[in-house]
């Protein structure tokens, strides 16, 4: 059974940082496009950062260029998710997912696989 894990949330206030976790079981993915993604109350999902297989290329929402950065570890089956500066705007569940087209990262419904979300809370 395939599983995407996610930790490291919490509450912080603004301008502060957490690092986000996403473990991997069931099968490796380090042939994956992976992926975050948030979701606010009420809103849709909102695209945040993904990486390709190797991680030589990263791609990122406007909103969290320049402060935040996805990174992986294929041999941990792994990828994190490093949020520097954190504003009150960023508070969602954030959701880690799995195996995405290389020119659809940013679409939420072409990934096969999502973890079970964390809860982020950014005070002001």
């Known amino acids: 059974q395939v599983q995407l894990v996610e930790s490291g949330g919490g509450l912080v206030q603004a301008g502060g940082s957490l690092r986000l976790s996403c473990a991997a079981s069931?099968?490796?993915?380090?042939?994956?496009?992976m992926g975050w993604f948030r979701q606010a109350p009420g809103k849709e999902h909102e695209f945040v950062a993904a990486i390709t297989s190797s991680g030589g290329s990263t791609f990122y929402a406007d909103s969290v260029k320049g402060r935040f950065t996805i990174s992986r570890d294929n041999a941990k089956n792994s990828v994190y998710l490093q949020m520097n500066s954190l504003k009150p705007e960023d508070t969602a569940v954030y959701y880690c997912?799995?195996?995405?087209?290389?020119?659809?990262?940013?679409?939420?419904?072409?990934?096969?696989?999502w973890g079970q979300g964390t809860q982020v809370t950014v005070s002001s």
């Open positions: 997912a799995a195996e995405a087209g290389l020119r659809t990262y940013y679409r939420a419904n072409t990934y096969r696989y």
């Open positions: 069931g099968r490796t993915f380090s042939n994956a496009v």
